[in-house]
Protein backbone atom coordinates (compact mmCIF):
# COMPACT_ATOMS: atom_id res chain seq x y z
CA UNK A 1 0.00 0.00 0.00
CA UNK A 2 2.88 2.43 0.83
CA UNK A 3 4.63 1.54 -1.69
CA UNK A 4 1.95 1.92 -4.10
CA UNK A 5 1.38 5.49 -2.69
CA UNK A 6 5.03 6.54 -3.00
CA UNK A 7 5.40 5.17 -6.87
CA UNK A 8 2.00 7.41 -8.07
CA UNK A 9 3.51 10.29 -6.00
CA UNK A 10 6.90 9.91 -7.85
CA UNK A 11 5.53 9.77 -11.08
CA UNK A 12 3.24 12.73 -10.35
CA UNK A 13 5.92 14.72 -9.11
CA UNK A 14 8.37 13.57 -12.27
CA UNK A 15 5.16 15.40 -14.34
CA UNK A 16 4.60 18.27 -12.22
CA UNK A 17 8.54 19.48 -13.06
CA UNK A 18 7.59 19.47 -16.93
CA UNK A 19 4.28 20.96 -16.25
CA UNK A 20 5.35 23.88 -18.05
CA UNK A 21 5.01 24.90 -21.97
CA UNK A 22 1.83 24.78 -23.46
CA UNK A 23 -1.00 22.31 -22.02
CA UNK A 24 -3.79 20.74 -24.28
CA UNK A 25 -6.35 18.94 -21.65
CA UNK A 26 -8.72 16.85 -23.54
CA UNK A 27 -11.44 18.95 -22.91
CA UNK A 28 -10.27 22.03 -23.98
CA UNK A 29 -10.40 23.38 -27.97
CA UNK A 30 -6.84 25.45 -27.53
CA UNK A 31 -4.29 26.01 -30.06
CA UNK A 32 -1.49 27.63 -30.61
CA UNK A 33 -0.45 29.68 -33.74
CA UNK A 34 3.00 31.12 -34.44
CA UNK A 35 3.46 33.10 -37.37
CA UNK A 36 6.55 34.22 -40.26
CA UNK A 37 8.32 30.92 -39.68
CA UNK A 38 11.96 32.10 -41.05
CA UNK A 39 12.91 30.07 -44.04
CA UNK A 40 15.27 27.02 -43.24
CA UNK A 41 16.29 27.28 -47.24
CA UNK A 42 17.20 24.06 -49.18
CA UNK A 43 21.19 22.86 -47.51
CA UNK A 44 19.34 21.66 -44.12
CA UNK A 45 16.64 21.23 -41.81
CA UNK A 46 16.13 20.22 -38.09
CA UNK A 47 12.82 19.57 -36.20
CA UNK A 48 13.32 19.33 -32.83
CA UNK A 49 10.02 18.78 -30.12
CA UNK A 50 9.80 17.92 -26.83
CA UNK A 51 6.20 17.16 -25.79
CA UNK A 52 4.45 15.02 -23.27
CA UNK A 53 1.18 13.03 -25.07
CA UNK A 54 -1.62 12.03 -22.56
CA UNK A 55 -3.26 9.93 -25.40
CA UNK A 56 -2.62 7.54 -28.22
CA UNK A 57 -5.17 9.07 -30.99
CA UNK A 58 -4.31 12.81 -30.58
CA UNK A 59 -3.06 13.72 -34.13
CA UNK A 60 -0.17 16.40 -34.09
CA UNK A 61 1.65 18.11 -31.81
CA UNK A 62 3.32 20.63 -34.05
CA UNK A 63 2.34 21.15 -37.89
CA UNK A 64 3.22 23.43 -40.61
CA UNK A 65 0.86 23.11 -43.37
CA UNK A 66 3.10 22.17 -46.77
CA UNK A 67 6.00 21.19 -44.63
CA UNK A 68 5.97 18.94 -42.02
CA UNK A 69 4.71 17.46 -39.06
CA UNK A 70 5.58 15.75 -35.85
CA UNK A 71 4.66 13.34 -33.82
CA UNK A 72 1.35 12.55 -35.29
CA UNK A 73 -0.32 10.30 -32.83
CA UNK A 74 -3.09 7.88 -34.39
CA UNK A 75 -3.44 4.07 -32.23
CA UNK A 76 -1.32 2.89 -29.51
CA UNK A 77 1.19 1.04 -31.56
CA UNK A 78 3.21 4.11 -32.77
CA UNK A 79 3.82 7.38 -34.17
CA UNK A 80 3.80 9.10 -37.53
CA UNK A 81 6.12 11.75 -39.29
CA UNK A 82 5.16 14.42 -41.99
CA UNK A 83 7.66 16.02 -44.45
CA UNK A 84 6.37 16.98 -47.91
CA UNK A 85 9.21 18.30 -50.38
CA UNK A 86 9.61 21.16 -52.77
CA UNK A 87 8.53 18.88 -55.43
CA UNK A 88 5.35 17.67 -53.75
CA UNK A 89 6.12 14.58 -52.35
CA UNK A 90 5.90 13.30 -49.56
CA UNK A 91 8.31 10.40 -47.64
CA UNK A 92 6.45 10.49 -44.28
CA UNK A 93 7.58 8.14 -42.30
CA UNK A 94 5.58 5.55 -39.56
CA UNK A 95 7.37 3.89 -36.44
CA UNK A 96 6.18 0.64 -34.23
CA UNK A 97 7.62 2.04 -30.87
CA UNK A 98 5.35 1.76 -27.56
CA UNK A 99 3.70 5.67 -27.08
CA UNK A 100 4.85 5.65 -22.76
CA UNK A 101 1.55 7.90 -22.27
CA UNK A 102 1.93 10.71 -19.77
CA UNK A 103 6.11 10.83 -20.61
CA UNK A 104 7.78 13.53 -22.19
CA UNK A 105 9.43 12.68 -25.12
CA UNK A 106 12.14 13.60 -27.65
CA UNK A 107 11.07 13.80 -31.50
CA UNK A 108 13.33 15.01 -33.69
CA UNK A 109 13.51 14.82 -37.34
CA UNK A 110 16.74 15.76 -39.80
CA UNK A 111 16.86 16.05 -43.84
CA UNK A 112 19.87 17.12 -46.19
CA UNK A 113 19.31 17.29 -49.98
CA UNK A 114 20.86 13.49 -49.96
CA UNK A 115 18.98 11.99 -46.80
CA UNK A 116 15.94 11.69 -43.88
CA UNK A 117 16.77 10.74 -40.50
CA UNK A 118 14.13 10.23 -37.89
CA UNK A 119 15.00 10.36 -34.06
CA UNK A 120 13.17 9.53 -31.11
CA UNK A 121 14.77 9.62 -27.09
CA UNK A 122 18.14 10.45 -28.73
CA UNK A 123 18.00 7.49 -30.86
CA UNK A 124 18.55 7.50 -34.22
CA UNK A 125 15.47 5.34 -35.75
CA UNK A 126 15.39 5.54 -39.56
CA UNK A 127 17.16 6.54 -42.27
CA UNK A 128 16.18 7.24 -45.87
CA UNK A 129 17.97 8.19 -48.77
CA UNK A 130 16.43 11.17 -51.11
CA UNK A 131 15.65 14.56 -50.60
CA UNK A 132 15.07 15.17 -46.75
CA UNK A 133 13.88 19.40 -46.99
CA UNK A 134 10.41 20.28 -46.28
CA UNK A 135 9.18 22.54 -48.55
CA UNK A 136 8.84 26.31 -47.27
CA UNK A 137 5.70 28.04 -46.97
CA UNK A 138 5.65 31.33 -46.11
CA UNK A 139 2.24 32.56 -46.12
CA UNK A 140 1.80 28.87 -43.79
CA UNK A 141 1.98 29.54 -39.82
CA UNK A 142 3.53 26.52 -37.07
CA UNK A 143 0.42 25.29 -35.43
CA UNK A 144 1.04 23.46 -31.80
CA UNK A 145 -1.36 21.48 -30.55
CA UNK A 146 -3.84 22.07 -33.32
CA UNK A 147 -3.77 18.58 -36.01
CA UNK A 148 -5.66 21.39 -38.81
CA UNK A 149 -8.36 19.10 -40.05
CA UNK A 150 -5.68 16.51 -40.85
CA UNK A 151 -6.79 13.82 -37.88
CA UNK A 152 -10.04 13.76 -36.49
CA UNK A 153 -8.60 14.73 -33.33
CA UNK A 154 -5.97 17.49 -31.53
CA UNK A 155 -3.18 16.81 -29.93
CA UNK A 156 -3.89 16.16 -25.83
CA UNK A 157 -1.05 16.92 -23.61
CA UNK A 158 1.97 19.41 -23.32
CA UNK A 159 4.36 21.02 -25.56
CA UNK A 160 7.58 22.27 -23.56
CA UNK A 161 10.05 22.82 -26.75
CA UNK A 162 10.33 23.60 -30.28
CA UNK A 163 13.48 24.57 -32.26
CA UNK A 164 13.96 24.46 -35.96
CA UNK A 165 17.36 24.97 -37.74
CA UNK A 166 18.84 25.33 -41.09
CA UNK A 167 20.92 22.39 -40.76
CA UNK A 168 20.85 18.89 -39.47
CA UNK A 169 22.07 18.21 -35.96
CA UNK A 170 24.67 15.07 -35.83
CA UNK A 171 23.53 12.21 -34.12
CA UNK A 172 25.87 12.93 -31.22
CA UNK A 173 24.33 16.31 -30.96
CA UNK A 174 20.82 14.61 -30.80
CA UNK A 175 21.72 12.52 -28.18
CA UNK A 176 23.24 15.04 -25.92
CA UNK A 177 20.03 17.46 -26.39
CA UNK A 178 18.07 14.34 -25.32
CA UNK A 179 20.23 14.04 -22.04
CA UNK A 180 20.20 17.45 -20.91
CA UNK A 181 16.11 17.74 -21.70
CA UNK A 182 15.79 14.76 -19.22
CA UNK A 183 18.52 16.64 -16.83
CA UNK A 184 16.10 19.64 -17.19
CA UNK A 185 18.76 22.00 -18.56
CA UNK A 186 19.11 24.10 -20.92
CA UNK A 187 20.39 23.23 -24.45
CA UNK A 188 23.18 25.23 -26.33
CA UNK A 189 22.71 27.67 -29.14
CA UNK A 190 23.68 27.57 -32.18
CA UNK A 191 23.99 30.12 -35.52
CA UNK A 192 21.89 27.74 -37.29
CA UNK A 193 18.89 28.08 -34.65
CA UNK A 194 16.51 30.01 -36.24
CA UNK A 195 13.31 29.07 -34.10
CA UNK A 196 13.84 28.62 -30.35
CA UNK A 197 10.34 28.48 -27.99
CA UNK A 198 11.98 26.24 -25.43
CA UNK A 199 9.13 26.76 -22.52
CA UNK A 200 10.16 24.17 -19.79
CA UNK A 201 10.94 26.62 -17.87
CA UNK A 202 8.36 29.53 -18.01
CA UNK A 203 4.83 29.62 -19.21
CA UNK A 204 4.63 30.51 -22.71
CA UNK A 205 1.44 32.28 -21.69
CA UNK A 206 3.14 34.62 -19.33
CA UNK A 207 4.45 38.02 -20.91
CA UNK A 208 8.03 38.85 -18.83
CA UNK A 209 8.03 42.11 -16.96
CA UNK A 210 10.93 44.30 -18.50
CA UNK A 211 13.75 45.64 -16.69
CA UNK A 212 12.72 49.55 -17.85
CA UNK A 213 8.69 48.81 -17.01
CA UNK A 214 6.86 51.81 -16.43
CA UNK A 215 9.95 54.22 -18.03
CA UNK A 216 9.64 55.88 -21.44
CA UNK A 217 12.52 54.91 -23.62
CA UNK A 218 13.76 55.90 -27.10
CA UNK A 219 15.32 52.96 -29.63
CA UNK A 220 17.17 54.28 -32.67
CA UNK A 221 15.85 52.44 -36.14
CA UNK A 222 18.23 51.13 -38.84
CA UNK A 223 17.59 49.72 -42.49
CA UNK A 224 17.73 46.07 -41.92
CA UNK A 225 15.11 44.15 -43.62
CA UNK A 226 13.07 40.98 -41.83
CA UNK A 227 10.20 40.29 -44.03
CA UNK A 228 9.70 36.66 -44.57
CA UNK A 229 7.52 36.60 -48.23
CA UNK A 230 7.87 39.74 -50.59
CA UNK A 231 5.04 40.54 -53.34
CA UNK A 232 5.57 42.29 -56.76
CA UNK A 233 4.41 45.47 -56.96
CA UNK A 234 1.13 46.03 -58.07
CA UNK A 235 1.13 46.32 -62.17
CA UNK A 236 -1.30 49.16 -61.51
CA UNK A 237 1.28 51.12 -60.44
CA UNK A 238 4.46 49.60 -62.49
CA UNK A 239 6.16 53.07 -63.98
CA UNK A 240 3.66 55.85 -62.27
CA UNK A 241 4.89 58.45 -59.70
CA UNK A 242 2.46 60.25 -56.94
CA UNK A 243 1.48 63.58 -58.75
CA UNK A 244 2.22 65.46 -55.59
CA UNK A 245 5.74 65.08 -53.70
CA UNK A 246 5.92 62.79 -50.86
CA UNK A 247 7.89 64.96 -47.84
CA UNK A 248 8.41 61.31 -46.65
CA UNK A 249 9.09 58.50 -48.28
CA UNK A 250 10.34 55.71 -45.65
CA UNK A 251 13.42 54.42 -48.25
CA UNK A 252 15.69 55.68 -45.35
CA UNK A 253 14.70 54.53 -41.75
CA UNK A 254 18.76 55.43 -40.60
CA UNK A 255 18.65 58.24 -37.26
CA UNK A 256 14.88 57.46 -37.37
CA UNK A 257 13.64 56.62 -33.93
CA UNK A 258 10.89 55.64 -31.66
CA UNK A 259 9.48 56.17 -28.41
CA UNK A 260 6.98 54.73 -25.72
CA UNK A 261 6.24 53.68 -22.37
CA UNK A 262 8.13 50.17 -21.87
CA UNK A 263 5.53 47.11 -20.45
CA UNK A 264 2.55 49.25 -22.14
CA UNK A 265 3.10 47.99 -25.62
CA UNK A 266 6.11 46.23 -27.65
CA UNK A 267 6.22 48.69 -30.64
CA UNK A 268 8.46 47.89 -33.97
CA UNK A 269 9.01 49.68 -36.98
CA UNK A 270 11.17 48.85 -40.26
CA UNK A 271 11.35 48.76 -43.80
CA UNK A 272 9.40 46.13 -45.81
CA UNK A 273 9.16 45.07 -49.60
CA UNK A 274 6.37 42.62 -48.40
CA UNK A 275 3.25 44.70 -49.50
CA UNK A 276 5.47 47.59 -52.07
CA UNK A 277 3.29 50.59 -53.16
CA UNK A 278 5.04 53.55 -54.78
CA UNK A 279 8.88 52.71 -53.92
CA UNK A 280 10.83 50.23 -53.20
CA UNK A 281 10.18 49.71 -49.89
CA UNK A 282 6.77 51.03 -47.38
CA UNK A 283 7.41 51.51 -43.38
CA UNK A 284 6.01 48.45 -41.26
CA UNK A 285 4.54 49.10 -38.13
CA UNK A 286 4.06 46.17 -35.48
CA UNK A 287 2.53 46.57 -32.09
CA UNK A 288 1.92 44.03 -29.40
CA UNK A 289 0.93 43.45 -26.41
CA UNK A 290 3.28 44.49 -23.73
CA UNK A 291 3.46 43.42 -19.78
CA UNK A 292 0.62 45.69 -18.35
CA UNK A 293 -1.25 46.74 -21.77
CA UNK A 294 -2.71 50.37 -21.88
CA UNK A 295 -4.96 50.60 -25.10
CA UNK A 296 -4.39 54.45 -24.47
CA UNK A 297 -0.21 54.60 -24.52
CA UNK A 298 1.39 56.43 -26.97
CA UNK A 299 4.27 55.12 -29.55
CA UNK A 300 5.85 58.00 -31.33
CA UNK A 301 7.77 57.93 -34.25
CA UNK A 302 9.98 60.53 -35.31
CA UNK A 303 12.67 61.30 -37.99
CA UNK A 304 16.43 62.15 -36.75
CA UNK A 305 15.76 65.84 -37.26
CA UNK A 306 12.62 67.48 -38.33
CA UNK A 307 11.83 67.91 -42.08
CA UNK A 308 11.11 70.99 -43.45
CA UNK A 309 8.45 71.59 -45.53
CA UNK A 310 8.60 73.33 -48.68
CA UNK A 311 5.22 74.44 -49.80
CA UNK A 312 2.21 76.03 -48.23
CA UNK A 313 -0.34 73.49 -47.33
CA UNK A 314 -3.97 72.98 -46.36
CA UNK A 315 -4.19 68.75 -46.23
CA UNK A 316 -1.87 66.08 -45.20
CA UNK A 317 -2.50 62.54 -46.49
CA UNK A 318 -0.43 59.03 -46.04
CA UNK A 319 -1.14 56.04 -47.81
CA UNK A 320 -2.00 53.13 -45.73
CA UNK A 321 -2.60 49.55 -45.88
CA UNK A 322 -4.09 47.34 -42.81
CA UNK A 323 -3.46 43.41 -42.55
CA UNK A 324 -7.02 42.35 -41.25
CA UNK A 325 -10.29 43.41 -39.67
CA UNK A 326 -12.00 41.24 -36.69
CA UNK A 327 -13.11 40.64 -33.40
CA UNK A 328 -12.05 42.12 -31.31
CA UNK A 329 -12.82 46.23 -33.55
CA UNK A 330 -9.45 47.41 -33.91
CA UNK A 331 -9.23 50.95 -32.20
CA UNK A 332 -5.00 51.35 -33.69
CA UNK A 333 -5.15 55.04 -35.01
CA UNK A 334 -2.48 57.49 -35.88
CA UNK A 335 -1.90 61.29 -36.45
CA UNK A 336 1.14 63.43 -37.57
CA UNK A 337 2.38 66.33 -35.94
CA UNK A 338 4.24 69.41 -37.29
CA UNK A 339 5.78 72.97 -36.18
CA UNK A 340 4.17 76.28 -38.04
CA UNK A 341 6.55 78.84 -38.72
CA UNK A 342 6.32 80.13 -35.45
CA UNK A 343 7.24 77.01 -33.29
CA UNK A 344 3.71 76.30 -32.42
CA UNK A 345 2.64 72.16 -32.52
CA UNK A 346 -0.35 71.40 -34.55
CA UNK A 347 -1.79 68.04 -34.74
CA UNK A 348 -3.24 66.73 -38.08
CA UNK A 349 -5.95 64.48 -36.01
CA UNK A 350 -6.68 61.13 -36.11
CA UNK A 351 -5.68 60.02 -40.06
CA UNK A 352 -7.86 57.11 -40.40
CA UNK A 353 -8.10 53.43 -38.63
CA UNK A 354 -8.26 49.74 -39.55
CA UNK A 355 -11.44 49.54 -41.41
CA UNK A 356 -10.88 49.02 -45.05
CA UNK A 357 -8.22 45.93 -45.47
CA UNK A 358 -5.58 47.05 -47.85
CA UNK A 359 -3.64 49.92 -49.17
CA UNK A 360 -5.93 53.48 -49.14
CA UNK A 361 -5.00 57.44 -48.85
CA UNK A 362 -6.11 58.46 -45.52
CA UNK A 363 -6.15 62.48 -46.12
CA UNK A 364 -6.74 65.08 -43.77
CA UNK A 365 -8.17 68.97 -44.94
CA UNK A 366 -6.87 71.38 -41.90
CA UNK A 367 -8.86 74.37 -40.89
CA UNK A 368 -6.37 76.63 -42.09
CA UNK A 369 -3.57 77.01 -44.47
CA UNK A 370 0.23 76.47 -43.22
CA UNK A 371 3.04 78.16 -44.02
CA UNK A 372 5.92 76.91 -46.11
CA UNK A 373 8.95 76.90 -43.45
CA UNK A 374 6.61 74.73 -41.12
CA UNK A 375 8.61 71.19 -39.97
CA UNK A 376 7.22 67.81 -39.69
CA UNK A 377 8.20 66.39 -36.41
CA UNK A 378 6.33 62.98 -35.87
CA UNK A 379 3.62 60.25 -35.85
CA UNK A 380 2.30 59.28 -32.71
CA UNK A 381 -0.01 55.94 -32.72
CA UNK A 382 -2.73 54.79 -29.76
CA UNK A 383 -5.93 52.85 -29.48
CA UNK A 384 -3.91 49.31 -28.90
CA UNK A 385 -6.55 47.11 -28.26
CA UNK A 386 -5.33 43.78 -29.65
CA UNK A 387 -2.56 40.99 -29.19
CA UNK A 388 -1.07 42.09 -32.04
CA UNK A 389 -1.88 44.62 -35.15
CA UNK A 390 0.54 45.30 -38.15
CA UNK A 391 0.17 47.96 -40.93
CA UNK A 392 2.40 49.42 -43.78
CA UNK A 393 2.54 53.07 -44.58
CA UNK A 394 3.73 55.12 -47.06
CA UNK A 395 4.28 58.28 -48.78
CA UNK A 396 3.10 61.00 -46.43
CA UNK A 397 2.41 64.01 -48.38
CA UNK A 398 1.98 67.61 -47.08
CA UNK A 399 -0.19 69.75 -49.73
CA UNK A 400 -2.34 72.56 -50.57
CA UNK A 401 -5.45 71.54 -51.93
CA UNK A 402 -6.51 72.69 -55.40
CA UNK A 403 -9.44 76.12 -55.34
CA UNK A 404 -10.11 76.10 -59.01
CA UNK A 405 -13.50 75.96 -59.69
CA UNK A 406 -15.45 72.37 -60.54
CA UNK A 407 -15.49 71.27 -64.08
CA UNK A 408 -19.18 70.07 -65.16
CA UNK A 409 -19.13 66.18 -64.08
CA UNK A 410 -22.81 65.52 -64.68
CA UNK A 411 -23.03 62.30 -66.27
CA UNK A 412 -24.92 62.13 -69.59
CA UNK A 413 -28.21 60.30 -69.59
CA UNK A 414 -28.44 56.49 -71.48
CA UNK A 415 -30.59 58.42 -74.45
CA UNK A 416 -27.87 60.90 -74.14
CA UNK A 417 -25.19 58.42 -74.98
CA UNK A 418 -27.60 56.68 -77.75
CA UNK A 419 -26.08 53.26 -75.73
CA UNK A 420 -27.66 50.86 -74.56
CA UNK A 421 -30.77 51.69 -76.39
CA UNK A 422 -32.76 48.40 -75.05
CA UNK A 423 -33.00 47.82 -71.42
CA UNK A 424 -32.22 43.57 -71.23
CA UNK A 425 -28.34 44.58 -72.18
CA UNK A 426 -25.49 47.45 -73.07
CA UNK A 427 -24.42 45.44 -75.99
CA UNK A 428 -24.32 47.47 -79.31
CA UNK A 429 -28.27 47.19 -81.87
CA UNK A 430 -27.81 45.30 -84.95
CA UNK A 431 -27.41 47.11 -87.91
CA UNK A 432 -30.50 45.77 -88.76
CA UNK A 433 -33.43 43.55 -86.75
CA UNK A 434 -32.46 39.57 -86.91
CA UNK A 435 -34.40 36.49 -86.07
CA UNK A 436 -32.30 34.08 -83.50
CA UNK A 437 -32.20 30.93 -83.32
CA UNK A 438 -30.70 27.85 -81.54
CA UNK A 439 -30.51 24.43 -83.11
CA UNK A 440 -28.85 20.96 -82.15
CA UNK A 441 -26.40 19.59 -85.35
CA UNK A 442 -25.89 16.78 -84.06
CA UNK A 443 -24.38 14.92 -80.52
CA UNK A 444 -22.44 17.81 -78.86
CA UNK A 445 -23.29 20.12 -81.85
CA UNK A 446 -24.97 23.34 -81.27
CA UNK A 447 -25.48 26.36 -83.88
CA UNK A 448 -26.71 30.10 -83.02
CA UNK A 449 -28.12 31.26 -86.21
CA UNK A 450 -28.80 34.97 -86.53
CA UNK A 451 -30.22 36.18 -89.52
CA UNK A 452 -31.26 39.69 -90.87
CA UNK A 453 -34.15 41.24 -91.70
CA UNK A 454 -34.94 42.12 -94.43
CA UNK A 455 -30.92 41.76 -96.11
CA UNK A 456 -31.26 38.28 -94.97
CA UNK A 457 -27.50 37.52 -93.88
CA UNK A 458 -26.79 35.12 -92.14
CA UNK A 459 -24.24 35.15 -89.20
CA UNK A 460 -23.61 31.43 -87.71
CA UNK A 461 -21.96 30.02 -84.00
CA UNK A 462 -21.04 26.59 -83.90
CA UNK A 463 -20.38 24.84 -80.25
CA UNK A 464 -18.35 21.53 -80.69
CA UNK A 465 -17.48 21.24 -76.99
CA UNK A 466 -14.21 19.11 -76.75
CA UNK A 467 -11.24 21.37 -75.03
CA UNK A 468 -12.91 23.13 -72.28
CA UNK A 469 -11.52 26.28 -73.50
CA UNK A 470 -13.25 29.05 -75.82
CA UNK A 471 -11.52 27.76 -79.06
CA UNK A 472 -14.53 25.26 -79.38
CA UNK A 473 -16.13 28.32 -80.90
CA UNK A 474 -16.23 29.11 -84.05
CA UNK A 475 -18.10 31.60 -86.53
CA UNK A 476 -19.12 31.80 -90.00
CA UNK A 477 -19.77 35.28 -91.83
CA UNK A 478 -19.51 36.00 -95.38
CA UNK A 479 -18.51 32.89 -96.39
CA UNK A 480 -15.49 32.85 -93.91
CA UNK A 481 -15.33 30.76 -90.70
CA UNK A 482 -13.15 31.59 -87.78
CA UNK A 483 -12.19 31.42 -83.72
CA UNK A 484 -12.89 34.73 -82.37
CA UNK A 485 -11.62 33.38 -78.93
CA UNK A 486 -8.93 31.38 -79.63
CA UNK A 487 -7.23 30.24 -76.50
CA UNK A 488 -9.79 32.01 -74.03
CA UNK A 489 -11.18 30.19 -71.06
CA UNK A 490 -10.86 29.57 -67.34
CA UNK A 491 -7.03 30.22 -66.04
CA UNK A 492 -6.53 27.65 -62.94
CA UNK A 493 -5.28 29.48 -59.85
CA UNK A 494 -3.28 26.66 -57.75
CA UNK A 495 -1.60 29.38 -55.35
CA UNK A 496 -3.76 29.93 -53.08
CA UNK A 497 -1.02 33.06 -51.75
CA UNK A 498 -2.84 36.44 -52.52
CA UNK A 499 -2.27 38.51 -54.49
CA UNK A 500 -2.06 35.70 -56.75
CA UNK A 501 1.07 35.83 -59.15
CA UNK A 502 0.29 35.75 -63.30
CA UNK A 503 3.20 33.13 -63.34
CA UNK A 504 1.33 30.94 -61.00
CA UNK A 505 -2.13 30.95 -62.94
CA UNK A 506 -2.60 27.48 -65.46
CA UNK A 507 -3.65 28.87 -68.69
CA UNK A 508 -6.96 27.25 -70.50
CA UNK A 509 -5.42 25.06 -73.19
CA UNK A 510 -2.30 23.84 -70.59
CA UNK A 511 -1.93 19.90 -71.05
CA UNK A 512 -2.14 20.49 -67.39
CA UNK A 513 -5.70 20.97 -68.19
CA UNK A 514 -7.86 17.87 -68.70
CA UNK A 515 -11.95 19.07 -69.49
CA UNK A 516 -14.46 16.68 -70.00
CA UNK A 517 -18.55 17.67 -70.93
CA UNK A 518 -20.55 16.32 -68.07
CA UNK A 519 -23.83 17.44 -69.51
CA UNK A 520 -26.05 20.05 -71.48
CA UNK A 521 -29.47 22.08 -71.53
CA UNK A 522 -31.41 24.23 -73.97
CA UNK A 523 -33.97 26.65 -72.12
CA UNK A 524 -35.46 29.22 -74.35
CA UNK A 525 -32.92 29.83 -77.04
CA UNK A 526 -30.32 29.32 -74.08
CA UNK A 527 -27.83 26.51 -74.34
CA UNK A 528 -25.94 25.59 -70.72
CA UNK A 529 -22.78 23.48 -70.67
CA UNK A 530 -21.72 21.70 -67.51
CA UNK A 531 -18.05 20.76 -67.40
CA UNK A 532 -15.73 18.66 -65.24
CA UNK A 533 -11.78 20.37 -65.68
CA UNK A 534 -9.22 17.75 -63.83
CA UNK A 535 -6.21 20.26 -63.11
CA UNK A 536 -2.46 18.22 -62.89
CA UNK A 537 -4.15 14.90 -62.66
CA UNK A 538 -5.22 15.79 -58.83
CA UNK A 539 -7.46 18.78 -58.74
CA UNK A 540 -10.93 18.81 -59.88
CA UNK A 541 -13.60 21.75 -60.45
CA UNK A 542 -17.14 22.01 -61.92
CA UNK A 543 -17.86 24.60 -64.26
CA UNK A 544 -20.81 25.87 -66.57
CA UNK A 545 -20.56 28.00 -69.78
CA UNK A 546 -24.22 29.88 -70.19
CA UNK A 547 -24.41 31.25 -74.37
CA UNK A 548 -27.16 33.43 -75.34
CA UNK A 549 -27.37 35.17 -79.10
CA UNK A 550 -28.80 38.94 -78.85
CA UNK A 551 -28.67 40.68 -81.82
CA UNK A 552 -25.94 39.48 -83.61
CA UNK A 553 -23.40 39.38 -80.34
CA UNK A 554 -23.07 35.82 -78.18
CA UNK A 555 -23.31 36.04 -74.94
CA UNK A 556 -20.95 33.88 -72.67
CA UNK A 557 -21.09 33.44 -68.90
CA UNK A 558 -18.84 31.23 -67.43
CA UNK A 559 -19.04 29.82 -63.51
CA UNK A 560 -16.70 27.67 -61.52
CA UNK A 561 -16.88 26.55 -57.86
Same mark, same amino acid.
Given at each position: MNKKLTFSLTLLIS????????? !?? #?????? /?? %???????? @??? !????????PDEADCGYAVVMRGAFGLPKLSGEEGYGAYLKRADGTEPSGY???????? @? !? *?HYVLTGTPEQ???????????? @????????? /?PASPLFIGYSIGWHHKDFVGNVALIRIYNRPLTPAEVASHHELLQAQKPLPSYPALLLDEDHRFNDPNEKPKPASF?? #???VPLDNVVK??? *?????????GRHERKKPLVDFENLEGWKMSYVSGEVIPSFRRSKTFPLWGEYVLCAEFKEGYAPNPDTQVVLEPPAPIRITNDFDAVAIWRFATSYGMPRPALRFSVQWRDTTGKLHDSGKLGGMLEVGWGLKMVPLKETMKAGSEFVSITFTGFNEPKRLLYLDNLIFYERSKAPLTDARIPTYEELGLPN????? %?????EPTNVTLETIAPNHWQFTAVGTPSGKKLCYDIRPATGTLSDIQTTWNGQTFTPMQGGGFHWAMDTAFPVKPEA???????? /? @?????????????????????IDNTVNRKAKWILSLKGNTLIIDLASD
Open positions: SMLFATGWD !FP #RQDKKR /VK %LDEIPNWG @KDG !FTAEIWCRFNLPLELG @K !F *HICHYRDGKLLQT @KKGNGIPNY /VGQ #RITDIR *HYRRSRHFDRPETI %LPTAALIPPASPR /V @KATLANSSITDNTLTLNWNYL
